[in-house]
């Protein structure tokens, strides 16, 4: 057992020397959350950026057209000169811009019609024709205001009262109506929310365990590559030993990976209770120990390298689809059937499991797979290191 | 003569039918430096792996120390030290912690590791550079290192595959220097090597491997009185007589 330790921290010790290789494992898990992060982690409602070109600078309505962007929350207004917004939309920088004419006050305090002209490439991409959307409400809106007030004028012309009274009284009652509208926009969710980060962290997490694979997989064969696979052969310690230390330094580094990505996790998206953190924890580190003794079994069989790391991936590729990284495999259909094979869709049940406030005593079948690929891989990998030719 | 300290019995290994070692027998004497040598492909590595214990032998047996290597491989563990062709260490550790683990893994506690280290060290010239990482050691370090480490746990023989391999003069020289001081001390050493002067130079004995078959083996002096005036005949003369002069492989 000491040797093996020594082995193992050995390992890790080379690890955390070599940059590259820690770089690797203990970057791209911060990385994968940042992307988990933008993609899931804000509030899930749209914001955009109108961009505007004013040429009506000293006019009132486009004042109040840029003043009723701006308090949208779901916008940010950016102001762009003319030329600038041309160079943008044809080198594709910006996809659309709001252009405000020189004439847009006075034709409307002449009664006149105004045109807001939308400059876009190609339909102005998703995002700008949202944006679209919201300003052409933000359009409706003015519209209306002037055609009741034009109708207000109209129908109380003659009766001696000051058009500027009729005016202020219109604009009242429109404010009124804007703040306290008589139709409003209820949202009901039917069911529970789908919560994204809870759905797809628990593959983000076992992936990265996943990838311990590649990494025992290759651990014995850069040995045999430096050649101090063969020193070490000729020295007191036992085969045994030898891969009980690659053992434990995979499950060691899919371990430390994993706790990187679940504290900032913890952290940020606050999914985890204490309780539920040490529970996930140690199904973590049950699954990093059947991973790594997979990666054995890898290392066992393929005698370079390359052939090791390539077999790695594969069957990390294979188990990652299988086991619903990337999407979710409802029970029952003949794909979560075939999923079953895959190891880390035990791992991914159990910790949504857990995250989503379950018990760890309901486990039993995901933690009785985990171990039981441990074992048989652990036991497997050493028969077959001593029983294939040029095994050591 | 001195007591066999190492006896090989008709040692065999075949690989994919071609056979490496074909009845290989010859002993060493406690203390001496008995030096392997043959072209490639001779079967010279093989007949190391299998003494070192890395390779079982088809048949044939060896003992080292008095154990045999069939029964008692892992007590011919703790007498042996081996310094392979290819240098064998972990380029991302320093020297020190190359030696230290190695240390550890011949048996040795952290302290006794750690201080055994520092002499082999000192003994390589190495002190200075305990702290530097192999990767950045030039090719003639990393030979004194792969030394260090054979010698770390005080092995009873050591296995010395081609120790001197591409390396400057200075560096051969300092090799030669420990390997001779040990010897002294009473080490014993399997030495296989490419390089005729240098077998003739610190071998007490040799054998000359062909086919995987010992074609001769006596003191340098005496082969080199087989074919003439040892003054003016070289190793490399017994050995292109023996041996042919057609290009292997």
Not at chain 1, 365 to 384: K, N, P, S, W, Y
């Amino acid at each position: 057992m000491k040797n093996a330790l020594l082995v193992a921290l050995r390992e890790v010790k080379e690890y955390l020397q070599d940059k590259a290789d820690l770089a690797f494992s203990l970057i791209l898990p911060i990385v994968t959350f940042a992307l988990i992060y933008g993609a899931f982690g804000g509030s899930g409602l749209f914001h955009g950026t109108a961009y505007v070109v004013n040429e009506d600078t000293n006019g009132i309505y486009a004042q109040q057209l840029l003043n009723s962007i701006k308090k949208q929350d779901s916008l940010d207004l950016q102001l762009l000169k003319r030329a600038d917004a041309d160079n943008k939309l044809n080198r594709s920088d910006l996809t659309m811009v709001f252009l405000i004419p020189a004439d847009f006050s006075d034709k409307l305090n002449l009664g006149q019609p105004a045109q807001l002209t939308i400059m876009q490439r190609g339909n102005g991409g998703q995002d700008g024709q949202i944006v679209a959307s919201i300003v052409s409400g933000i359009v409706s809106e003015m519209n209306q205001q002037f055609t009741v007030a034009a109708q207000v004028s109209q129908a109380l012309s003659g009766q001696n009262i000051p058009p500027a009274q009729i005016a202020m009284t219109t604009m009242q009652f429109l404010k009124r109506e804007s703040t306290n509208p008589l139709v409003g926009i209820d949202e009901v969710s039917i069911g529970s929310k789908p919560n994204t980060v809870k759905e797809f962290l628990p593959g983000i997490l076992t992936m990265y365990v996943l990838f311990s694979i590649s990494l025992t997989a290759a651990a014995i064969n850069d040995e045999r590559k430096k050649g101090t696979l063969e020193r070490l052969i000729t020295t007191r310690l036992t085969i045994g030993q030898l891969f009980f230390g690659k053992f434990l330094a995979g499950v060691l580094r899919g371990f430390i990976q994993t706790l990187i990505l679940m504290t900032l996790s913890w952290a940020v998206f606050r999914i985890f209770t204490p309780f539920s953190f040490v529970e996930t924890l140690l199904i973590a580190l049950l699954f990093a120990t059947a991973c790594s003794a997979i990666g054995l079994l890898i290392t066992s069989i393929a005698h370079t390298g390359e052939a090791s790391t390539w077999v790695g991936v594969f069957f990390t590729m294979t188990m990652t689809m299988l086991g619903g990284t990337f999407f979710t495999i409802t029970k029952g259909t003949v794909l979560y059937q075939i999923g079953r094979i895959s190891i880390n869709g035990y791992a991914n049940d159990a910790v949504k499991t857990l995250i989503n406030g379950g018990s760890f005593s309901t486990l039993g079948v995901d933690i009785a797979v985990l171990a039981g690929v441990t074992v048989t891989a652990f036991i497997v990998a050493r028969m077959l290191f001593k029983a294939v030719p040029q095994g050591k | 003569m001195a007591e066999n300290f190492l006896a090989a019995q008709d040692l065999q290994k075949s690989f994919n039918g071609n056979k490496a070692v074909a009845g290989v027998s010859f002993t060493i004497g406690k203390g001496e430096i008995f030096g392997l040598l043959g072209p490639n492909g001779a079967g010279k590595t093989t007949t190391i792996r299998i003494l070192s214990t890395v390779l079982d032998a088809d048949a044939g047996d060896a003992t080292i120390g008095g154990f045999s290597l069939r029964k008692n491989p892992a007590e011919v563990r703790s007498l042996i030290g081996v310094c392979p062709q290819d240098l064998a260490l972990y380029e991302e550790l320093s020297a020190l912690d190359n030696l230290i683990f190695f240390g550890r893994m011949e048996g040795l506690d952290g302290k006794e590791a750690r201080s055994q280290a520092m002499v082999n060290l000192a003994l390589m010239e190495l002190t200075e550079r305990a702290k530097g990482k192999i990767a950045k050691f030039s090719g003639g370090m990393k030979r004194r290192i792969n030394l260090a480490i054979a010698l770390m746990g005080n092995p009873k023989l050591l296995f010395l595959d081609e120790p001197t391999v591409g390396i400057d003069p200075q560096s051969r020289n300092k090799i030669f220097e420990t390997i001779l001081n040990l010897r002294d001390k009473g080490l014993t050493v399997l030495y296989t090597t490419h390089y005729m002067e240098e077998a003739d130079r610190i071998c007490d004995r040799v054998a000359i491997m062909d086919g995987g078959k010992i074609v001769a083996m006596d003191t340098p002096l005496r082969l080199r009185s087989q074919i003439g005036d040892p003054d003016k005949v070289t190793l490399e003369d017994v050995f292109l007589k023996l041996t042919g002069r057609s290009l292997r492989d």
